[in-house]
């Protein structure tokens, strides 16, 4: 029997999002129906609710979530009901070339829910990254439900969902941080402080956080910056080379998605040193770089999507490292809020008030 939930839904471009009632289908062969315990609130929900990734309005947001499985359909042997899961955007399919390849982070054929969720009128809703769990109870998956130890809070734990595991996985897995690293990483929202984190992770040296906004630097420190830099008052490239006995860094990680950053994590690293964008830009942006220094400088320009995670390796192991105290995801958690307090998270977040809102059920 399909369920009546409610859930944040945006209608259309541009309109304050509304809590509707969702209808939640009984989960189909391969899918599961999951109750959702805490759900953080990023910048991807509020660039549907503008119109910024399609126009298949209406959208049920929500992606960054931790919760219980309830039940499971037909074929289903990787979750049962009961597990404690975090949900994931990057269910492999384990069938296409780059799975094959053995690079499943790549996969481009990831699984969603066959089914719709739909409005109580019919209306088939667009889950935002395929998961809209902004919701009491969501439809997704299977492969979507990364189980975990039920011992982490589900405010923490559903935070790798997405954001803090994109900053993480951009120091870990696409930089490829090692021991002894210099690191920059320029913009410490939650994205780039997981970054930060990461680097610490991984044995980095130094960490050098860049932002405008000192608030964010200072929590960076907290979480384990060596040093940093407001680039409104002074020149980011000269500082952050200055504070690498004048080298450069040697991952120089961008988390806010601009050209201007863009080109100082360029021109902030050292020879041979490696860029990952992880910030995610507009259509309409350039860069316009000599492509002289392109080929001069060496080194490698990687972008990180979701932090090229794995969840299956990634999830349970840094849920892992968070309980044993040695990865503070709670630091991520600027607030708890209720469902029908999203509009206002992204007030604050448009402020950078927050590193996360999230709702907690
Ligand atoms: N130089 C340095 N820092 C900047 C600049 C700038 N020119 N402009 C903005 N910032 C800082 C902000 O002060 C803020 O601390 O970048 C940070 C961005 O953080 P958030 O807005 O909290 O965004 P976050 O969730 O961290 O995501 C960052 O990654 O996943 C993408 O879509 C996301 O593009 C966004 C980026
Ligand atoms: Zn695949
Ligand atoms: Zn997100």
Redesign the pocket.
Known sequence: MAQQVRGVVARAKGEPVRIETVVVPDPGPGEAVVKVQACGV???DLHYREGGINDEFPFLLGHEAAGVVESVGEGVTEVEPGDYVILNWRAVCGQCRACKRGRPQYCFATHNAKQKMTLTDGTELAPALGIGAFAEKTLVAAGQCTKVDPAASPAAAGLLGC?VM?GLGAAINTGGVGRGDSVAV???????NAAVVGARLAGAAKIIA????DR?LETARGLGATDTVN?RSSDPIEAIRELTGGFGADVVIE????P??YEQAFYARDLAGTVVL???PTPEMRIDLPLLDVFGRGGALKSSWYGDCLPSRDFPMLIDLYRQGRLDLDAFVTETIALDEVEKAFER?HH?DV?RSVVVF
């Not at 860049?210 to 906004?213: G, K, L, N, P, Y």
């Not at 988390?255 to 601009?258: E, H, W, Y």
């Open positions: 990023c910048h991807t954001g994109a320029i913009g410490c929202g939650g994205v780039g860049v932002d405008i906004d964010k680039s988390a806010v998605g601009r201007e950053t992880v910030g995610v977040m950078g590193l």
